[in-house]
């Protein structure tokens, strides 16, 4: 527009192409305003976006280390858990074999013989069989008065037989 030359018109269209020319400058700085507008708006919206996009990653970021702590937390309270199964069925195992132990002991006193050399390898054995913690827990006392009455029993039985003439 600034190359126009106005100078070939004459007085009477001269007006008229001045204010074309004005007209024009005013719609294209009109346009250039609302381009300039339009890319702020732009600019703006490009901003907010990349602000929300920022957000939305750190907010999964966030999202999957939680899940990650969770899981870890997970994991070792399962892992607590099996622990905590094992040792229990470890200790009831050895509660059974404690039991056994001392099953075993009572049972010894009333097993069939075959003679009384028998059951005084038996006593022998007994007598020659402390009862520990190492073996019976915190059983001893239990064990040790079910080894004496075995022993005892044991000895009843050697007297019978004798007695019996076997």
């Known amino acids: 527009l600034a190359a126009i030359d106005l100078d070939d018109f004459d007085d009477t269209y001269r007006p008229l192409a001045e204010m074309a020319l004005a007209d024009a400058r005013k719609a294209i700085e009109a346009a250039i305003a609302e381009r300039r507008e339009l890319d702020r708006a732009a600019a703006e919206l490009a901003e907010r976006q990349r602000q929300a996009d920022e957000e939305a990653a ?13 899981a870890e937390r997970q994991k070792a309270e399962d892992d607590a ?7 229990q069925q470890r200790q009831e195992s050895r509660r ?13 006193a009333f097993a069939p013989a075959d003679g009384v050399e028998e059951l005084r390898r038996r006593i ?4 020659d069989s402390p009862v520990t913690a190492l073996y019976f827990d915190d059983r001893v006392p ?17 007297q019978e037989a004798e007695a019996l003439g076997r």
């Open 81 to 87: 858990r099996a622990a905590e199964r094992e040792e």
């Open 58 to 70: 750190q907010r999964k970021a966030a999202q999957e280390a939680e899940d990650r702590e969770r």
């Open 96 to 108: 059974r074999a404690v039991q056994d132990a001392i099953d075993e002991l009572r049972c010894c």
């Open 124 to 127: 022998a054995s007994l007598e």
């Open 142 to 158: 239990e064990a040790e008065a079910v080894r004496v009455a075995s022993i005892d029993t044991l000895r009843v039985r050697v």
